[in-house]
T-cell receptor
Framework: AQSVSQHNHHVILSEAASLELGCNYSYGGTVNLFWYVQYPGQHLQLLLKYFSGDPLVKGIKGFEAEFIKSKFSFNLRKPSVQWSDTAEYFCAVNLANTGFQKLVFGTGTRLLVSP | NAGVTQTPKFQVLKTGQSMTLQCAQDMNHEYMSWYRQDPGMGLRLIHYSVGAGITDQGEVPNGYNVSRSTTEDFPLRLLSAAPSQTSVYFC????????????FGPGTRLTVT
């Protein structure tokens, strides 16, 4: 079965540290890739997405993600985190042209940034 | 625009009770979905709709019913609540099925005792 893995369930960083959250998927074929973020007490919102083209994708709030096809990975990065980045981050994947209903979410990574 | 709204925010039910979780959006989106979020499980799709009058099952539909009589509203009905349905429920909408940019509601935290 197709699956999405986020191996880091909890990450604790100090402000200004660099962040990398892992996301791996098990699909064969062309994929669409997403990162969503859920800030405390708020709803999920889209952070960035990759459909095709440049495998390095820039998102909001200084986040970026790199698609490495050979590794089936779409890791999320930020050079210097802030306290306001404390949130839960979800990777999501589906096969291209299959529709939003086929989107599969990872289990999430809770990030805590200490001031 | 209010975006996607959900009521109630919190609910406690006894096993066997029924209830309806409300979801509404004011963005004229055709596509709407219901997800449940459980610890260690990520978000899983319960039911979805691609327009008024059209619904379909997602990954975990058992024990839930939906209907879509208007573009704006997409209620989720629990027919006979079970402890396994204790979860956080999110409604989402998007303006088409290919953009994948879904707008999520604030969630309903449901506990079934």
């Amino acid at each position: 079965a197709q699956s999405v893995s986020q191996h880091n369930h909890h990450v604790i960083l100090s402000e200004a540290a660099s962040l990398e959250l892992g996301c791996n998927y098990s699909y064969g074929g062309t994929v669409n890739l997403f990162w969503y973020v859920q800030y405390p007490g708020q709803h999920l919102q889209l952070l960035l997405k990759y459909f095709s083209g440049d495998p390095l994708v820039k998102g909001i709030k200084g986040f970026e993600a790199e698609f490495i096809k050979s590794k089936f990975s779409f890791n999320l990065r930020k050079p210097s985190v802030q306290w306001s980045d404390t949130a839960e981050y979800f990777c999501a994947v589906n096969l291209a042209n299959t529709g939003f209903q086929k989107l599969v979410f990872g289990t999430g990574t809770r990030l805590l940034v200490s001031p | 625009n209010a975006g996607v709204t959900q009521t109630p925010k919190f609910q406690v039910l006894k096993t066997g009770q029924s209830m309806t979780l409300q979801c509404a959006q004011d963005m004229n989106h055709e596509y709407m979905s219901w997800y449940r979020q459980d610890p260690g499980m990520g978000l899983r799709l319960i039911h979805y709709s691609v327009g008024a009058g059209i619904t379909d099952q997602g990954e975990v539909p058992n024990g839930y019913n939906v209907s879509r009589s208007t573009t704006e509203d997409f209620p989720l009905r629990l027919l006979s609540a079970a402890p396994s349905q204790t979860s956080v429920y999110f409604c989402a909408s998007s303006y088409d099925g290919s953009s994948y940019e879904q707008y999520f509601g604030p969630g309903t935290r449901l506990t079934v005792t």
